[in-house]
């Protein structure tokens, strides 16, 4: 490996350390599709049109069931935009509460996430419905939102929740959040659910196992 060489990959251990918080998503690239979903189309025009992405301020609401692939097709954003030196953040709601829940700065703390040429934060509408956290996810959107950079976000709630909340607080977050990025709907198929049951045949085919 020559020094170039070597100096790429540790630029790319070091952007994606600073991405993901679980390693696991490191492996999650488009090489890594099935080609069972076709809204990936949808991801990997937004990578091939990046320069027009970051312009334009497109942001992504990616919502549907459990388990659809909304995770997978932002990870492989996050990874294919890493892999041209881009600053990728890829967080959870939870998380993001949490560390603010402890900053003695939490500005600071809201630039920092902004500093990230795009970021994707999962699981919008599972953190605890409490006065004090609704603020704060809408202060972590409205943050995006004034830095002008795009926003990925995905979600388990249906477009009607998102259009038609039934208090003002929820109204504020998602009238934000529809205002910045371009909704995308997963349908189909589990994966979850087609992984587990492709584990439990394995299982059943090494050691015998049989239905009870």
């Known amino acids: 490996m020559t020094s170039n060489e070597f100096e790429r990959v540790q630029r790319l251990n070091m952007l994606k350390s600073l991405c993901f918080e679980d390693g696991a998503l490191y492996g999650w690239t488009f090489d890594k599709d099935n080609g069972a979903n076709p809204v ?22 990616l919502w549907g069931d459990v388990g659809t692939g909304k995770t997978f097709f932002a990870a492989c954003i996050a990874n294919a935009l890493i892999e041209q030196n881009v600053s990728v953040r ?9 560390d603010l829940f402890s900053e003695s700065d939490k500005n600071k703390y809201l630039d920092r996430l902004n500093d990230h040429n795009l970021l994707i934060i999962d699981d919008l509408g599972i953190e605890r ?40 607080q929820h109204k504020r977050i998602y009238d934000r959040v529809l205002g910045m990025c371009v909704p995308v709907k997963f349908i189909g198929v589990n994966f979850r659910k087609e992984e587990a049951a492709t584990k439990m045949s394995t299982a059943k085919r090494l050691f015998g196992m049989e239905d009870k």
């Open 90 to 98: 890829m967080t959870n709601f939870s998380s993001i509460l949490n």
């Open 40 to 61: 990936m189309k949808v991801a990997r025009d937004y990578i091939a049109k990046w320069s027009e992405v970051l312009q334009n301020n497109v942001g992504l609401l």
């Open 129 to 168: 419905g409490t006065e004090y956290a609704l603020e704060q996810v809408y202060n972590i959107i409205d943050t995006r939102y004034k830095s002008g950079r795009p926003l990925i976000i995905t979600t388990n709630l249906t477009l009607e929740e998102l259009n038609y909340p039934t208090d003002v």
